[in-house]
């Protein structure tokens, strides 16, 4: 956590142009089709096909910048060619850690660490569906005590962190509305454009210690 602390510093003048870039494209005119209509379902198609690819492209741009040191802002958009594996994971996955929460709460916990870098490697490795949940189950096996901590901060984060938007409504008709005090936009900003980073860039560098970690068995075993 340090590591990627101190990384995210060193570098942040390369990473927060990706972040706006980001909010800019992806979330902000979301927010905007949902505002204007009153209703998040008209939203959705933005989200889908805007949010989900950008998301996996701003975790290739992480994972390019670790490895290699400078920035390339065309990452940020190279989750389009992966375009139905990029949905369909992130959507799989969303489905899977909600089904183990409802059902009892470890399962879910447990399900989210085993297929936590599953969009990892949609991006990275090119991988499919199926193929992505299995090399995330495959690198974190032995491993998820370790990812535990991570997960935790990143869901205490997003628990007590209060938002400067929120849903009201039923599910057929859900509103959006804004809470724009200065100690909330001021703790949305830290979040967002801080501490998500440095958890994210947290799971970067463990998704890539772990891949490492993989091949180096495979080729020992080999």
Not at 93 to 100: E, N, R
Not at 118 to 124: E, G, L, M, R
Not at 167 to 174: K, L, P, R, V
Not at 177 to 187: E, I, N, Q, R, Y
Request: glycine share 6%; aromatic share 14%.
């Amino acid at each position: 956590m340090k590591t990627s602390w101190d990384f995210c510093l060193d570098n942040y003048l390369c990473i927060l142009p990706a972040l706006l870039a980001f909010q800019i494209i992806a979330v902000m005119p979301s927010l905007l089709i949902w505002k204007y209509f009153d209703n998040r379902w008209y939203a959705m198609p933005w989200e889908i096909m805007i949010g989900a690819p950008m998301t996996v492209g701003i975790n290739l741009f992480l994972i390019n910048l670790n490895q290699k040191g400078q920035a390339d802002y065309g990452d940020l958009f190279r989750g389009f060619p992966v375009f139905p594996a990029a949905v369909s994971v992130s959507f799989a996955y969303g489905l899977i850690v909600t089904a183990g929460l409802v059902m009892l709460v470890i399962p879910g916990v447990i399900w989210g660490l085993k297929y936590i870098f599953a969009q990892y490697s949609v991006i990275y490795k090119r991988t499919g569906f199926k193929a992505s949940f299995a090399h995330s189950s495959l690198i974190t096996f032995g491993f998820k005590e370790r990812l535990l901590p991570v997960a935790l901060l990143w869901v205490m984060l997003e628990i007590l962190t209060p938002g400067i938007m929120k849903a009201e409504g039923s599910i057929a008709s859900m509103r959006l509305v804004f809470d724009l005090k200065p100690w909330v936009v001021t703790a949305f900003i830290l979040k967002t454009l801080i501490f998500l980073p440095w958890l994210n860039m947290v799971l970067v560098k463990a998704y890539l210690d772990l891949v490492k970690h993989n091949e180096r068995q495979v080729i020992s075993g080999a």
